[in-house]
């Protein structure tokens, strides 16, 4: 069954801290997004990846990294966390240049810095 | 640039009361449009998605949804709604063709609760 799974599900972090989201599909999808999903704001792209080894940004990436080191892996890097970047983060997987255009969601990562 | 508006933040009904959501988007070439339902610390769950044909389209759960292209809508219908049909519902838009496919822009959602 088609899974993206995101770890941790809650995360309390400092300021100036170091947060790593994980995130692990099982879908064998080229492409990978982060999302962060704000009260008033919906959600917003912070980064993507078109598969192994590519990173772009997306509408929101300052402050934020990403890593892709395999097809079932995508990191999102808070490298100085600020209590700004209190959210709750999705990931999500999918193949547009298979026809495949909904982005299948993980459950959301809620981080809380403090 | 695409964009998406849900001119209603909150919606209240009563269980079995017919529902719609309003989804207005902007986007200058054919969009390909999304509705998802997002439960109570939950992800996001695809209702039905939309880019050509018939544009009444079905989707899970009883809901369909309505393209406009005259007036820029794709509205979210359901006949008669169930208590635990309570929940966010996000409208988006992503470009149908080219290096931004998958890309997918939101509305800000809306929070549907129905009345038992």
């Known amino acids: 069954e088609a899974a993206v799974t995101q770890s941790p599900r809650n995360k309390v972090a400092v300021t100036g801290g170091k947060v790593t989201l994980s995130c692990n599909q099982t879908?064998?999808?080229?492409?990978m997004y982060w999302y962060r999903q704000d009260t008033g704001h919906g959600l917003r792209l912070i980064h993507y990846?078109?598969?192994?080894?590519?990173?772009e940004k997306g509408d929101i990436p300052d402050g934020y990294k990403a890593s892709r080191p395999s097809q079932e892996n995508f990191s999102l890097i808070l490298e100085l966390a600020t209590p700004s970047q209190t959210s709750v983060y999705f990931c999500?997987?999918?193949?547009?240049?298979?026809?495949?255009?909904?982005?299948?969601f993980g459950e959301g990562t809620r981080l809380s810095v403090l | 640039a695409q964009s998406v508006t849900q001119p209603d933040a909150r919606v209240t009904v009563s269980e079995g009361a017919s529902l719609q959501l309003r989804c207005k988007y902007s986007?200058?070439?054919?969009?390909?449009l999304f509705w998802y339902v997002q439960y109570p610390r939950q992800g996001l769950q695809l209702l039905l998605k939309?880019?050509?044909?018939?544009?009444v389209v079905q989707g899970v759960n009883g809901f369909e949804a309505e393209f406009s292209k005259s007036n820029s809508s794709f509205h979210l219908r359901k006949a008669s709604v169930h208590w635990s049909d309570s929940a966010v519902y996000f409208c988006?838009?992503?470009?149908?063709?080219?290096?931004?496919?998958?890309?997918?822009?939101f509305g800000h959602g809306t929070i549907l609760r129905v009345h038992p």
């Open positions: 999500a997987s999918g193949d547009p240049g298979q026809g495949d255009q909904a982005p299948l």
């Open positions: 879908n064998n999808h080229n492409n």
């Open positions: 990846s078109y598969g192994a080894g590519s990173t």
């Open positions: 986007y200058s070439a054919t969009p390909y």
């Open positions: 939309y880019y050509s044909g018939d544009p």
């Open positions: 988006a838009v992503s470009p149908l063709t080219g290096a931004n496919t998958g890309k997918l822009t």
